[in-house]
């Protein structure tokens, strides 16, 4: 394995502190999206120049705000691995934070046009990626695309059948063609899953239950209904949601119509049961901590929770995650509005609705 350190690179140090991670299910591959010189393939003194591009252009985002290059590392044509955030930290490119947390994310020097086709050598330093990501960072077993569970074409047609194919290295060899698999049963997912202490997937019974069907019939997915939703969670239910995640991008097991925390707050707008936040609390907290003594909490629990969001975004320190909303947690809240888009006096750390249900996504409800 050929690993050039963030400093034989030149890497410049992170905006913030990056978000710890101990393990992920795996590793997802992405590529650039963009043009990729066929020169490059021929020239490796062009590789670190465009690990520095590639971190400037994320560090300039002014909509994303990354904290660093987004990419846990980079394989060069010439199969170098380029360590961006490296093992142990949460990635920022696989699409928001939930698909983060589940993956690390490696992306080969290869785009959208240009140079298209990986290398030998750069599948070679992939698969050393992979392999370095179990041993060093925790990653399971799993190798998937970033349009695996994220609606994006990354990455890209010649690196998916790769993947697709086992992520397998060259030159190594062929495996025996496996049997054909028998038809796929076509009964639907038939578990259940808990979110806040309340229950979906087949057999869950409950108000929740009918919320989600009215909602999906809202939305459009209600076709596999025969009378209409109730509070008895069945197969039209399942198949209903299922279609309701496909329709955001999902695919595979992550579209077996059993809600989960994202897909059920983009439905609902909301998680029944899960903590409320205030949002005129908030508000009265961020004015009023900073000026007052030391660690003074207006509404400590709910500044408590928005904290505990804006660490597991990377915006606040863990230390100052007290419950006061003071000059720490106003700053921290500052750039998550940042990073955002706003600015000027949007963006100073007071929050507003809009932001507030941003950083709430699968985490709290916002009352006013």
């Known amino acids: 394995m050929l690993l050039v350190t963030r400093d034989e690179w030149g890497a410049r140090p992170p905006k913030r502190p990056l978000a ?23 020239d490796h003194s062009r590789c670190a120049p465009r690990m520095r591009a590639l971190q400037a252009s994320h560090l300039a985002d002014p909509v994303e705000d990354y904290n660093d290059i987004a990419y846990t590392a980079v394989v060069c044509p010439h ?18 934070s ?10 080969a020097m290869v785009g959208s046009s ?3 086709e990986p290398t030998p050598e750069q599948l070679g330093g992939l698969v050393d990626a992979i392999e370095w990501l179990r041993a060093e960072g925790g990653a399971g077993a799993e190798v998937r695309g970033h349009r695996d569970g994220y609606a994006t074409s990354c990455p890209g047609e010649p690196l998916y059948r790769w993947v697709q194919a086992g992520a397998p290295r060259p030159g190594a060899p062929t495996a025996p063609a496996p049997e054909p698999e028998p038809p796929a049963e076509p009964t639907p997912a038939r578990y259940r899953t808990t979110i806040h202490g309340l229950e979906y997937g087949y057999g869950a019974h409950g108000p929740q239950v009918r919320d989600v069907g009215e909602a999906l019939v809202h939305r ?46 983009l439905l609902l707008g909301r998680i029944p049961g899960q903590p409320e936040v205030s949002l005129a609390h908030i508000i009265e907290a961020a004015r009023t901590d900073p000026g007052a003594a030391q660690g003074h909490q207006t509404y400590g629990a709910e500044v408590r929770i928005v904290e505990q969001a804006l660490t597991d975004e990377g915006f606040l320190d863990p230390a100052w995650g007290d419950g006061s909303f003071g000059t720490r947690t106003v700053q921290g809240y500052a750039a998550f509005q940042r990073h955002l888009g706003y600015t000027g006096a949007a963006a100073d750390g007071i929050p507003g609705r809009a932001s507030l249900e941003r950083l709430s996504v699968g985490r709290f409800t916002v009352t006013d």
């Open 220 to 265: 459009g997915f209600g076709r596999h209904y025969a009378v209409g939703p109730d509070e008895d969670w069945r197969d039209p239910d399942t198949l209903n949601y299922q279609e309701f995640q496909r329709s955001l991008g999902y695919t595979g097991s992550d579209a077996d119509g059993v809600p989960g925390i994202v897909t059920l707050q």
């Open 79 to 96: 199969g170098a691995v380029y360590v961006g955030r490296g093992p142990g930290f949460r990635t920022g490119a696989n699409g928001n």
């Open 98 to 107: 939930t698909l983060n947390a589940g993956h690390y994310a490696v992306c």
């Open 114 to 116: 240009g140079l298209t």
């Open 20 to 42: 710890p991670i101990t393990r992920t299910a795996g590793v997802k591959i992405h590529y650039e999206g963009t043009e990729v010189p066929l020169a490059l393939a021929g």
